[in-house]
């Protein structure tokens, strides 16, 4: 016992002195399970790589939770120094002018020079401001990518479709084949805000919400994707698409189980799916329409950014800096890329696991990259949305009304565009 | 929402503590008090200071934030706190104009009453007949009972894995009777499976409860009801239930606060973090409007409209209900 207390001591005693010179600061992160260990590897690798900085992760649970406790902290002073913050709650953190240091700003205040070139394509705007100032620093990336089971392709005879009128033409095979031509896992990120970029359309006015948050408001009632709706609820009622709910994983043990034939899912999905499909699979991008007119383009990110907050010495911004500098060089990426499945945001970085051969071992492992690699079009860039988080919950109720026969399509986006303007227009009193 | 502790308010005991005790002081009764034993303490003080400790609690854990709730419900604010404005009532007339919030105001209300009503009439039910049991009674109640140790959460867990809609056991016991049920997708079915496990996670609290109100109805009592009625139901409609009905009362109560508000684990579980077209209760839009959409001042006026709800509530229960209960 009192070995015990003596090693206990002499421990803490040792990491005392070692903090003691470094300057201590904290990353609040929503990860769990694997990606949440990754973090804490990342976080040791920096912390050896030198001495000046000690950086301590905390996972505050899911992405949701995360964005709340940071929030809930920043209210009392107790903010950490970097917040991940996700896709869907950009729009908060952006909107709330001096919550957060633009990590652009921070970046070249510590001496660093900072190319937005040395970015892939699809992750430079997203949480940039509307000049393109990087605000947030993109951290785990990800795309929406389509699954394909090879033996249900090969069974059929088919081959996977690129867009949406190719895969109408082989799901009646793929259905006698005995499979689920098509399942998927999340609507609002697949088939709403990824249809608007993948086609290339306008999402919301505003320039997709990045000009200014007043009189923003949805274009969901475009008959374009009322369209792909009406052919989602269409194939339900065929046979040709499977529909399970709104959680992720319901639809996903379909494809896992040989059950489904195409699955869309996330590229980074394919560490986890690598371990549970009963069967082999590969992956290519999300279809798009190839009747829509410039359709094709890259989709948007998903995931999240990590975000530098306000009100911490010059010190610890200086530490936040060099973390974020160290996260992006190409190597820290590789490794973060290759152990999660989420996409290298650097294009070094993917060059670096290209030249090792990674992508002729995994080809999935290159699917979501290529996909954000694709040529930007003018609404592939990104969206910025108030109290967003809510309207997507609107839209996965109007959803799942439309695939239990409660509502039209028509109605149903009528109502979402109605009830989410009536939520932008809330928000723009909030940040004004 | 304190638990009283695990002590029977039977009619015949002089009312040391629990439940018993706590409403008979609500039915302030100067005549009964004198009877009842008195401490005296040598400083006026002391009272005070003994009660120092639950009031601090319930200052800074329940009036402050309450406080609190109704002050930002009258602002609307940025989350993190740079700019709010006063709104008035908007946040009031924004959420009561909403078809969507009524329309979770109404599924709560039924949500409530069902929960509460089949909690309490199968705990009722159980404790009557594991009363009755003489042999192995032991054994029956800890079969009864154990189930109340399980964690909200990990009984919604659960109960969702017996209502899966791919492995589901209960569904495929409904598909036997061509019952297609969708739990997730389907609003009806998703609230049957709610109901269903918020039931049978509160069945054993009140069977508890009941059980030893049932041994607290002394032997002469049965005794003389038994030669005066030969009919075991009618015994039990005209003695026996009267005689629980202080812990009925009490238990209508717990349960329509735990109906209410403790549901909310299973929800959450039972939706999977995304409500969708399923049901939800009144305190589970508050998360998410609050917690998730970062409305505070929305999911403020949200609570504290539940605050009224629950307030109202209770008084017409404790003036309309209580009436009719004998407490000796």
Same mark, same amino acid.
């Given at each position: 016992m009192i070995r015990k207390f003596t090693m206990t001591g002499l421990a803490l005693a040792f990491s005392a002195t070692s903090s003691l010179a470094a300057t201590n600061i904290t990353w609040w992160h929503g990860m769990a399970g694997r990606n949440g260990e990754v973090i804490n590897e990342v976080a040791q690798k920096f912390n050896a790589s030198q001495t000046a900085c000690a950086l301590t992760p905390v996972s505050k649970g899911t992405y949701e939770e995360a964005l709340a406790s940071g929030i809930a902290a920043f209210r009392s002073g107790e903010q950490p120094n970097i917040l991940q913050v996700f896709d869907a709650g950009a729009a908060t953190i952006i909107n709330a002018k001096g919550a957060v240091i633009p990590a652009e700003d921070l970046i070249t205040k510590a001496g660093y020079t900072f190319d937005r070139?040395?970015?892939?394509? !699809? /992750?430079?705007?997203?949480?940039?401001?509307s000049d393109g100032k990087f605000v947030g620093m993109p951290f785990n990336s990800s795309a929406p990518i389509m699954y394909i089971n090879d033996e249900a392709l090969k069974k059929a005879g088919v081959e996977a479709p690129k867009t949406w009128e190719e895969f109408e033409a082989i799901a009646p095979k793929l259905k006698e084949a005995g499979f689920i031509p098509l399942v998927q896992s999340q609507l609002t990120w697949q088939f709403t805000e990824n249809f608007f970029s993948r086609n290339n359309?306008?999402?919301?006015t505003n320039n997709n919400g990045y000009d200014? /948050? /007043?009189?923003t408001q949805l274009k969901v009632t475009d008959p374009n994707l009322v369209m792909m709706f009406d052919k989602l609820k269409a194939w339900k009622d065929e046979g040709y698409f499977g529909f399970y709910g709104a959680g992720w994983n319901d639809n996903q043990k379909m494809f896992e189980e040989n059950k489904a034939a195409l699955w869309i899912g996330s590229s980074g999905s394919f560490g986890g799916l690598q371990k549970t499909a009963q069967m082999p699979f590969s992956a290519t991008f999300l279809p798009y329409w !190839?009747?829509?007119?410039?359709?094709?383009t890259s989709s948007f990110i998903g995931g999240a950014a990590l975000f530098a907050m306000s009100g911490k010495s010059d010190e610890e911004n200086k530490c936040v800096a060099d973390f974020f500098q160290f996260l992006t060089s190409p190597e820290v990426q590789k490794f973060y890329h290759q152990a999660?499945?989420? /996409?290298?945001?650097?294009k070094a970085a993917y060059e670096l696991a290209k030249a090792e051969g990674y992508y002729n071992e995994k080809?999935?492992?290159?699917v979501g990259i290529k996909q954000l690699m694709l040529p930007a079009g003018e609404w592939s860039k990104g969206y910025r949305l108030g109290f967003y988080p809510q309207i997507r919950e609107i839209m996965e109720r109007e959803y799942g009304r439309i695939f239990s026969g409660e509502v039209s399509v028509k109605d149903a986006f009528d109502t979402i565009e109605k009830e989410g303007n009536e939520l932008l227009a809330r928000f723009a009193k909030t940040a004004g | 929402m304190t638990h009283a502790p695990l002590s029977s308010p039977t #009619?015949? &005991? #002089? $009312? #040391?503590?629990?439940a018993g005790g706590l409403f008979r002081r609500f039915k302030a009764r100067p005549s009964e008090d004198t009877s009842a034993k008195r401490v005296q303490f040598n400083s006026p003080l002391l009272p005070y200071l003994f009660l120092a400790p639950q009031m601090a609690i319930i200052f800074i854990f329940f009036y402050w934030p309450s406080v609190q709730a109704i002050q930002s419900s009258f602002y609307l604010e940025d989350p993190f706190g740079f700019g709010s404005s006063f709104v008035g009532l908007a946040n009031y007339t924004d959420v009561l104009k909403s078809n969507e919030y009524l329309g979770i105001a109404r599924f709560t209300a039924v949500f409530t009453a069902l929960v509460t009503f089949f909690s309490l009439s199968i705990g009722l039910l159980l404790a009557v007949k594991a009363d009755g049991v003489i042999r192995g009674n032991a054994a029956y109640k800890t079969l009864l009972i154990w189930?109340? &140790?399980? &964690?909200p959460p990990v009984a919604g867990l659960m109960g969702m894995m017996m209502f899966?809609?791919?492995?589901g056991p209960l569904v495929k016991f409904a598909g036997l009777f061509g019952w297609e049920m969708k739990v997730g997708l389907n609003y009806n079915d998703t609230a049957f499976a709610m109901i269903v496990v918020s039931v049978w996670k509160q069945i054993p609290y009140n069977f508890i409860f009941f059980l030893s109100g049932l041994q607290g109805i002394p032997v002469s009592v049965r005794e003389a009801a038994i030669m005066d009625c030969r009919s075991g139901l009618r015994r039990f409609w005209t003695v026996i239930l009267p005689l629980l009905a202080p812990t009925a009362f009490f238990l209508l109560i717990i349960n329509t606060t735990y109906a209410l508000f403790d549901t909310f684990g299973v929800i959450d579980v039972i939706v999977k973090d995304k409500a969708a077209n399923n049901p939800i209760t009144l305190v589970y839009k508050v998360y998410m409007d609050? $917690?998730?959409?970062?409305?505070l001042g929305g999911s403020s006026a949200q609570s504290v409209i539940l605050m009224i709800i629950v307030f109202v509530l209770t008084i017409f229960q404790f003036r309309f209900i209580e009436r009719r209960v004998h407490y000796n």
């Open positions: 070139n040395a970015f892939i394509d !699809g /992750v430079r705007y997203f949480y940039a401001d359309i306008q999402f919301a200014s /948050v /007043v009189d !190839g009747s829509i007119k410039g359709a094709g999660t499945g989420y /996409v290298a945001i650097t080809p999935v492992a290159e | #009619p015949a &005991a #002089p $009312f #040391p503590s629990g189930v109340y &140790a399980i &964690a899966d809609q791919h492995i609050g $917690f998730r959409g970062n409305d």
